[in-house]
């Protein structure tokens, strides 16, 4: 699993829906580094903090999910 292309995936919808990482963080209850280092795909998120972040952002884990990571 390369952790950059979750990252990216969910910057790209956090920006889209409107919150900056300390807004999401806090959200999430967790850190803003901690944040930061999912986001830069240092940190993989577990399955419970992509749950959690599907929950806050409204998409599914699954539009998180990169596509070549998805169950065909």
Excluded: C
């Amino acid at each position: 699993m390369e952790t950059d292309k979750w990252g990216r995936r969910i910057r790209a919808f956090r920006k889209l829906k409107g919150f900056t990482q300390e807004r999401l963080a806090e959200s999430l209850g967790i850190s803003v580094s901690v944040f930061g280092e999912i986001e830069r795909g240092t940190r993989l998120p577990t399955d419970h903090m992509l749950v959690k972040i599907s929950e806050v952002l409204g998409v599914s884990v699954e539009e998180l999910t990169p596509e070549d990571e998805r169950i065909k």
